[in-house]
């Protein structure tokens, strides 16, 4: 009973909405115990959270994989103008070489360099293998060092091979 | 309103849908491909860039650029559905919400990615093209 009554004075049911309660209440089945639990604070929590490299490379990799789907489009319409005709693709090209085109690649850049990097992190994750919080804080520091460098790098490469 | 649910019933409602494990090895496989495809496809913009409609045509009759960019679209379109799914479940919490956006990115990935194959193949295979490179 007094276990009951702690339960139900968790300071957490203010302010939040949804929480585990949503996340059960799709599932078929459910226990009248299981919606009675009240909301628990959901993961992450960018208002108590302190920041941290590992935080901010897990943002960046989801962030970069919405950029990079984005991406695939502009590379689907890229392939259907080619295969439309001449004039598409030299529309298609100057709006990809304009103002705006250049800032949306030069995200892109950074976006598959950035998601592929650290993708092999996550790889190695998946393998078991260096979950150290400090050496993830390093490898975090490292993938973004190196998306920097490879954006600089392909963009310097495109100015001096005609591709700007 | 007391449940008559015994536990085991509840636990079997509750227990995984016993097919996540193929998406998860998808997911993993394409992304071991796609780190050098994704290396690759930079290089190959940095190339096709400056080439112009002509040249760009003739890039991709070389088979193996066709074969790199076939396999990189359609990987990346594969990856990129599984991924935007995980996204779709992970935020929207609403049923109908959630089955709407599913519903949705599948069609976006799958179709957006078949027309891109077909897209590069019928450059790629078209045979009248007067390009002397």
């Known amino acids: ?159 001096m091979t005609g591709g700007l | 309103m007391t449940s008559y649910r015994t536990p085991r019933s509840r636990a079997a409602g509750l227990g995984s849908a016993k097919h996540g494990v193929s998406t998860w090895i998808a997911e993993r496989v394409t992304s071991v491909a796609l780190v050098p495809l994704a290396l690759w496809a930079v290089f190959a913009a940095l190339r096709v860039a400056p080439m112009g409609y002509e040249g760009a045509v003739a890039w991709l009759h070389h088979p193996l650029n066709l074969t790199f960019s076939l396999l990189f679209a359609g990987l990346s379109f594969y990856h990129m559905g599984m991924g935007m799914a995980v996204i779709i479940e992970d935020y929207i919490h609403r049923r109908s919400t959630l089955v709407t956006l599913l519903l949705l990115n599948a069609f976006v990935w799958f179709g957006f990615g078949v027309a891109t194959i077909v897209a590069l193949l019928k450059v790629a295979l078209a045979t009248s093209v007067g390009v002397a490179l």
Not at chain 1, 4 to 32: N, Q, R
Not at chain 1, 72 to 94: F, K, N, R, T
Not at chain 1, 112 to 118: G, K, V
């Open chain 1, 1 to 159: 009973m007094r276990l009951i009554a702690v339960l139900s004075l968790t300071p957490f049911d203010a302010g939040l909405k949804g929480g585990w309660k949503s996340i059960l209440s799709w599932g078929e089945g459910m226990s009248d115990n299981a919606r009675r639990l009240p909301d628990r604070p959901t993961s992450p929590h960018l208002t108590v959270w302190r920041w941290h490299a590992t935080m901010l490379s897990s943002i960046l990799h989801r962030a970069s994989g919405v950029s990079l789907y984005a991406g695939a489009l502009i590379l689907a319409a890229w392939a259907i103008c080619l295969a439309v005709g001449p004039e598409c693709y030299a529309g298609y090209m100057a709006l990809l070489g304009g103002p705006i085109g250049k800032i949306v690649l030069l995200g892109l850049t950074a976006a598959i360099f950035y998601h592929t990097a650290n993708g092999i992190r996550h790889l190695v994750w998946d393998a078991g293998k260096a979950f150290d919080p400090k050496f993830s804080d390093l490898t975090a520091i490292v993938v973004i060092a190196f998306t920097v460098a490879a954006t600089a790098a392909t963009w310097i490469i495109a100015g």
